[in-house]
């Protein structure tokens, strides 16, 4: 374990420096790309969950559909992020 510890600190030493790993707005990108994973993986679960409570009784469609679309709003959320992220110019961190 020791070995590994040091290989890692012996690559992460020089890695550390004065700018970022990616520039701020490729991380607003991945960020949001990460939001709209997560909704559609809570999506495929929830709306499978509607369809059968719908099916069972038609009183659960609004339900149903609020709780389908509520994971959309972390899409919307991690959008705002894009436009938050000020404009920096990548090479001021070099």
Do not use: C
Request: no cysteine; net charge negative.
């Amino acid at each position: 374990m020791m070995e590994l510890t040091s290989l890692v600190a012996a690559i992460l030493v020089p890695i550390q420096t004065n700018f970022p790993a990616i520039p701020p707005k490729a991380a607003a990108a991945l960020a949001v790309g990460l939001a709209a994973f997560g909704a559609g993986y809570a999506e495929r679960g929830i709306g499978a969950a509607a369809v059968g409570a719908v099916a069972e009784d038609d009183e659960m469609f609004g339900r149903g559909l609020i709780l389908t679309v509520l994971p959309e709003t972390l899409v919307i959320l991690a959008l705002v992020v894009v436009f938050v992220v000020p404009e920096v110019p990548y090479e001021s961190f070099v």
